[in-house]
């Protein structure tokens, strides 16, 4: 355990109905690290973030964000609080052009100079984003889609992002692409990331601690470095390269309609 | 030249009645584009603001404008307080249950009308009322031109809302994407509690534009089927599309009160919807693709 991580998750677990998604997960992001938590298909990934972004309610367990617990809190005020959650499949909204979308990222902020800056920011990380400015995002590329969407969360200022699976359905030159930006992003805006993925490969290459998640449990973690030459690591993540293009999931936020 | 201008004064005073429909619509659309609820008592949000300006403007002696404008605003917050206490309520119900609630909603404003205002008509004098227009050999009346501009001024003020401002653009994001609404921050209920108010402020908006050219009574909300009427034909999902409906809707209605036998004026709107329902059933203006929920 190190000290005074950003976030600290303990022990929670959630269930869809009444089926439990995940196991008693514990982890931690220390302040300013990139962390990865690597899964097949149906982990439990997802349902990781959720509960940690608020959007889910875990059944127990407590997750602490910048020192504050934040379980049972509505999403858009963990938000507030600075995490910003980047969903699976891109989620944008696709009838407001690109710098709407950009503004709406920036919705909890007032300060119209340093939006401007940061919207600035952005383009200089996807200058394709300036060229589509003025489009709207629902006629982008899965890629730029990609892009935006996690250009909006940085629009919000955050001290966590939460990004789920960042590579799901991109060209692997897209994906290296991708992931060098989130490895500026870490480096140049101090920002700490939790990200979940497949694609074990880049996962690895580009955090510095990995969790390993199996079926709702985690079953290993690790200095990424460490995890990457471990023999089994190799055999079962590191063999198969394919990011597994899946159809966009939908899921019922449950938790949301009921509240 | 007779039956021209004779025309040209049926399509207007359909124009004008379609206004209100649309208008109408309009609510339907904003609460159906956020929220997937359909508001049945749509029409007697109308006659709530009717009633409202009528008791501020008649019984209370208020100046025709400010008394407006009070009965609007009051309506707004109405329409607020009643998403945010009664209907938020039923989210995640089967849509069965909201359609129950809403209708069963109509009910209660009916009879909390005629209890409050009688079953009986009223009217309140305003500023358009028995004045006509003469343009050349056709005379328009007041009453009529009034509705078709207030419905200009108030498309143009929600264009301009919900396109420029900040919350206005989040109540589009709002409607368009929950999820990722939620995750930058935005307070997705409270702003669908808003698209409420506006929905029930742009009804009473109706009522009012209304009251120069019909009396007002406490069954006038069932105006609201021909708005329903005018968005299914505009594509429910539509703004633009729901205006449009009911312009045509009223136009028809009009001509068909004129051209045709006596009583199918008021079937106009049924045929025009199971037309719609049969030929186009995704309307004359459906988005092109579908929101996520
Ligand atoms: N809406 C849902 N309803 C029921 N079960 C779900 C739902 N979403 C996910 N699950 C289940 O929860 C488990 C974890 O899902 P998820 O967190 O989406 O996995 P991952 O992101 O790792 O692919 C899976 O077994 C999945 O079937
Ligand atoms: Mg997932």
């Known amino acids: ?259 | 030249m007779e039956d021209a201008a004779r025309l040209l004064q049926l399509v207007i005073n359909g124009a004008a009645g379609g206004c209100i429909y649309g208008v109408i619509a309009l609510g339907f659309v904003l609460i159906y584009k956020a929220s997937e609820m359909i508001n049945f008592a749509q029409g007697d949000l109308m006659m709530l603001g009717g009633f409202v300006a009528f008791s501020l403007i008649a019984g209370m002696g208020l100046n025709y404008w400010v008394g407006a404008a009070l009965a609007i605003a009051i309506m707004a917050v109405f329409g607020f307080l009643l998403d945010s206490v009664v209907l938020r309520r039923v989210i995640g119900q089967p849509q069965f249950a909201v359609i129950m609630l809403t209708l069963g909603l109509g009910f209660i404003f009916r009879a909390a009308a005629g209890i409050s205002f009688g079953y009986g008509s009223v009217t309140f004098v305003t500023p358009f009322t028995n004045k006509v227009e003469n343009f050349g050999d056709i005379a328009i009346g007041q009453d009529s031109l009034s509705i078709v501009f207030g419905t200009v001024v108030l498309c143009a003020v929600l264009y301009a809302f919900f396109s420029k401002t900040r919350i206005g653009i989040a109540m589009q994001a709002a409607s368009q994407n929950q999820l990722a609404a939620y995750c930058m921050g935005i307070p997705v209920r409270t702003i669908f509690s808003l698209i409420w108010g506006i929905s029930a402020a742009a009804s009473a908006v109706a009522g009012i534009l209304l009251a120069p050219s019909t009396v007002l009574d406490v069954n006038m909300g069932f105006l609201g089927f021909k708005a329903f009427a005018a968005a299914v034909l505009g594509g429910f999902g539509s703004i633009p599309g729901a205006l449009v409906g009911g312009v045509v809707i009223g136009i028809v209605e009009q001509l068909a009160g004129y051209y045709l036998p006596a009583g199918f004026q008021d079937v106009t709107w049924n045929s025009m919807l199971l037309l719609v329902l049969i030929v186009r059933p995704q309307g004359l203006f459906a988005e092109t693709q579908r929101k996520k929920v």
């Open chain 1, 1 to 259: 355990m190190s000290v005074d991580p950003i976030l600290r998750v303990s022990n929670i677990e959630t269930y869809y109905g009444q089926i439990q998604a995940i196991r008693s997960v514990s982890l931690e992001v220390p302040r300013g690290r990139i962390v990865a938590v690597l899964g097949a298909n149906g982990a439990g990934k997802s349902t990781i973030l959720r509960t940690v972004s608020g959007l889910m309610d875990p059944e127990r367990g407590s997750v602490s964000f910048d020192g504050k617990d934040i379980v049972h809190m509505a999403p858009d005020l963990v938000m507030r609080r600075g995490m910003c959650h980047v969903p699976e499949g891109r989620e944008i909204f696709p009838f407001l052009t690109v710098s709407d979308n950009l503004a709406m990222g920036a919705y909890t902020r007032r300060d119209i100079d340093g939006i401007a800056r940061d919207m600035d920011v952005c383009f200089s990380y996807f200058p394709v984003l300036r060229e589509r400015a003025s489009q709207r995002a629902g006629l982008l590329s899965g890629g730029e889609q990609q892009m935006l969407a996690i250009s909006r969360a940085l629009m919000g200022r955050p001290k966590l992002l939460l990004l789920d699976e960042p590579s799901l359905g991109l060209s692997p030159i897209l994906v290296t692409q991708i992931f060098n930006i989130i490895r500026r992003i870490n480096q140049e805006q101090g920002v700490s990331i939790l990200l979940v993925e497949q694609n074990a490969h880049i996962a690895l290459k580009t955090a510095d601690y990995g969790y390993i998640l199996e079926v709702g449990r985690i079953v290993l973690q690790d200095e990424c470095r460490v995890l990457l030459e471990r023999e089994d690591i190799r055999e079962f993540y590191l063999g198969q390269k394919d990011t597994g293009v899946r159809g966009a999931r939908r899921w019922k936020r449950k938790k949301l309609w009921r509240s």
